[in-house]
């Protein structure tokens, strides 16, 4: 398999496949590694491996929609916070805990930590009863991380519900001494600027838009090499690479999305690589932001 170099060694066996089997793999969720997310990962495993302490340091995740905070927060779990059984006590520790908050409610905070144990509760249960079971799960599976997703929703609601949402993390970090990471978008910047608390303890780590640069050019590198085609697609050249980062919008899910409907077109059409052609083909894909359309005609 000498004539498919373009492709990583892992998926050379790929290209040999059926049309339909290959588009099925390009249609599977995969990472792709790049260092803005490498780096980011590190940073979480440099949060969790702090020692404890009354005030510990915790972090903002923030990026627009569809840029890859999703997919760093699932690498990080995967390499650093596989849940692990501990067969001489029985018990099941958690060294990261993922939960997605959709308002600033305090026992929705609880119910959600104690939905990602599977334990039992009722909804009508006070918030200290809540809490108290939330607290004894996490100290006995020995959760040494909470991560929060889509952070931002914490602007909804009243300023009070707001400010007592915030006083219960703080609370949760301090009891349990654990950090705290925010995942959202830029607004979740502005779920702690009136607690300057929060501020100083909720250090920021932003993922940009995509530029044309050394990064962008080996992100390109990075996918082509996982795309089972025949052919090689150079879409590092300066031609296709420009066009992709604008119709993708410099957004990493569009940019993805973008190139596994011109990779799936480059196998049914036969060219068996994406050209300037197939990519114009899709200029209609608009970015997150907008609208999405399927093209009918």
Sequence with gaps: MDEFKHVDKKYRQIVLLPNKERVSFINQKRWISYPIAIKAIQELKNLMDQPKQQRMRSALLIGESNNGKSSVIEKFCEVYGQPIVDEED???????????????????????????????????????????????????????????????????????????????????????????????????????????????????????????????????????????????????????????????????GNLHELLKVCAIEAIHSGKEKIDIDIVEAFSWFTPTKGQREIKLT
């Design 90 to 252: 029985e018990i099941l520790k958690k060294p990261v805990l993922v939960t997605e908050v959709s308002a600033p409610k305090v026992k929705d905070i609880y119910i959600s930590i104690l939905e990602e144990f599977w334990a039992p509760f009722k909804t009508t249960q006070t918030e200290s009863e809540l809490r108290k079971q939330a607290f004894d799960l996490m100290r006995v599976c020995e959760v040494k991380m909470l991560i929060l997703d889509e952070f931002h929703t914490l602007l909804a609601g009243t300023a009070k519900q707001r400010q007592n949402a915030l006083a219960e993390l703080k609370m949760i970090s301090n009891k349990i001494k654990i950090p705290i990471v925010g995942a959202g978008t830029k607004d979740a910047l502005s779920v702690i600027q009136n607690d300057p608390q929060l501020q100083s303890r909720f250090w920021v780590m932003k993922l940009p838009k995509w530029e044309r640069n050394k990064d962008f050019v080996q992100l390109l590198s990075s996918f082509e090499k996982a795309l089972p085609l025949k052919q090689k697609s150079n879409l590092t050249s300066k031609e296709l690479g420009e066009r992709i980062l604008e119709i993708s919008d410099g957004n990493l």
